[in-house]
């Protein structure tokens, strides 16, 4: 299998398609089927307790699915989540930035499933786990 985006064009499109958020993420590494994406932890992502909230959490999982799947079939920016399912399993460091670690499980034509590891940065277990199906637009 071949990349259909670079490394360098995901991040592209990210800042265009996503401005609103695209700085609050980084395309670490990608490969056919995977990616790694960091999420820059601050205040605004931070519950109390000392603790990076489960919605920033999710909107990690989400930001690296789609960009795995992209790379894969280029720039559908209509590609769209039609179900996750996450697992919160540690408390994440507040002081730490979050690493998103995707992978492909299925890239069909109309759906495509995902699998992401959650890590606090320089942490060897994971904070979360995340499952999540996409919609993927027809070709025209």
Same mark, same amino acid.
């Given at each position: 299998?071949?990349?259909?985006?670079?490394?360098?064009?995901?991040?592209?499109?990210?800042?265009?398609?996503?401005?609103?958020?695209?700085?609050?993420?980084?395309?670490?590494?990608?490969?056919?089927?995977?990616?790694?994406?960091?999420?820059?932890?601050?205040?605004?992502?931070?519950?109390?307790?000392?603790?990076?909230?489960?919605?920033?959490?999710? /909107? =990690? @999982?989400?930001?690296? $699915?789609?960009?795995?799947?992209?790379?894969?079939?280029? &720039?559908? *920016?209509? #590609?769209?989540? +039609?179900?996750?399912?996450?697992?919160?399993?540690?408390?994440?460091?507040?002081?730490?930035?979050?690493?998103?670690?995707?992978?492909?499980?299925?890239?069909?034509? /109309? =759906? @495509?499933?995902?699998? $992401?590891?959650?890590?606090?940065?320089?942490?060897?277990? &994971?904070? *979360?786990? #995340?499952?999540? +199906?996409?919609?993927?637009?027809?070709?025209?």
């Amino acid at each position: 299998m071949t990349l259909e985006m670079s490394h360098d064009e995901l991040q592209i499109f990210l800042t265009e398609a996503f401005p609103q958020v695209s700085d609050d993420f980084k395309i670490e590494e990608v490969a056919p089927e995977e990616i790694s994406v960091r999420m820059f932890v601050g205040d605004h992502n931070l519950r109390p307790g000392g603790t990076v909230s489960g919605p920033s959490m999710f /909107a =990690l @999982a989400d930001v690296s $699915v789609y960009l795995a799947i992209l790379a894969m079939i280029g &720039p559908k *920016a209509l #590609a769209v989540t +039609t179900n996750c399912s996450i697992d919160f399993m540690r408390k994440p460091a507040a002081d730490t930035d979050l690493i998103g670690q995707a992978k492909i499980l299925k890239l069909g034509r /109309a =759906l @495509a499933v995902g699998d $992401v590891l959650i890590f606090s940065e320089g942490e060897p277990k &994971p904070v *979360a786990h #995340a499952t999540l +199906t996409y919609s993927i637009p027809p070709e025209k």
